[in-house]
Nanobody
């Protein structure tokens, strides 16, 4: 059974860092674009950062540019999101998703949630002093 499993969330003070991981089970990530999305209470889910399968091009939402870095290790079937200089407005449930051979910007900024092939269950990030 295919699963995406997120980990690495937690409580961090403003200005702190976290690294999220998205591990794929029963799925070879080489052919999938992977994205990180987040949803805060009362808000719609938004694309934070995505990475394509082929050329490993990346996309970042304007709100996280320069602070977040997405990377993938296909040998480990894992994608990471390094989050630095965290702000209270970054607090949300972070989900990873996978979609077959799609450009990073398309995945993050154009596809609807139901167009993703797989979703993880999410990991909670809280940013508070």
């Amino acid at each position: 059974q295919v699963q995406l499993v997120e980990s690495g969330g937690g409580l961090v003070q403003p200005g702190g860092s976290l690294r999220l991981s998205c591990a794929a089970e029963a799925l070879i990530l080489d052919h999938y674009a992977i994205g990180w999305f987040r949803q805060a209470p009362g808000k719609e889910r938004e694309g934070v950062s995505c990475i394509s399968s082929s050329d490993r091009s990346t996309y970042y939402a304007d709100s996280v540019k320069g602070r977040f870095t997405i990377s993938r290790d296909n040998a480990k079937d894992t994608v990471y999101l390094q989050m630095n200089s965290l702000k209270p407005e970054d607090a949300a449930i972070y989900y990873c998703a996978a979609v077959w051979h799609t450009a990073a910007q398309t995945m993050c900024a154009q596809l609807h949630n139901n167009e993703m092939d797989y979703w993880g269950k999410g990991t909670l990030v809280t940013v508070s002093s």
